[in-house]
């Protein structure tokens, strides 16, 4: 049975990895359904965006967040959403798997906490692997 990955990504603090999050999610999508597939459109932008647009994306986001059956974050872009999103899959229980690049600073408050998987590394095809490997493993895969 495919699982539901909830991939977390910057937007509102820089799409500077969006082609990157496009090549991530396509390869999660070979063996599992990603609930939040948008964040790797390059194009998504959050120009001209309401309230009431915010408050849409936050029921949305918060309840596949509780969908989800894990979370592959991609965290060498700081976002405050990103972070919330993490924090809320602690809470909720969910299997969490940090990435960041290995000469960005991950946040203390990310990397200090023992709840999640925090891996760094140095190139694309390291992370695709690292990824691969977790989606293969199941949920019991360590750091």
């Not at 999050?21 to 120009?47: C, F, P, W």
């Not at 991609?74 to 690049?101: D, I, M, N, W």
Request: net charge negative.
């Amino acid at each position: 049975m495919k699982r539901k990955i909830y991939f977390s990504g910057s937007i509102s603090g820089g799409r500077q990895d969006a082609a990157l999050y496009a090549r991530i999610i396509a390869l999660m999508q070979q063996t599992d359904i990603v609930l939040t597939e948008h964040v790797g459109d390059v194009n998504y932008s959050t120009k001209g965006r309401s309230v009431s647009d915010e408050q849409a994306i936050y029921e949305q986001d918060t309840a596949w967040l509780r969908a989800s059956d894990l979370v592959i974050a991609e965290c060498t872009q700081p976002s405050l959403g990103v972070g919330y999103e993490l924090a809320l899959a602690e809470q909720l229980g969910k299997p969490v798997y940090v990435f960041h690049r290995r000469d960005r600073h991950l946040s203390a408050m990310i990397a200090g906490d023992p709840y999640f998987h925090v891996f760094a590394y140095e190139t694309e095809d390291e992370l695709l692997t690292l990824i691969a490997e977790i989606l293969k493993n199941g949920n019991d895969s360590t750091t």
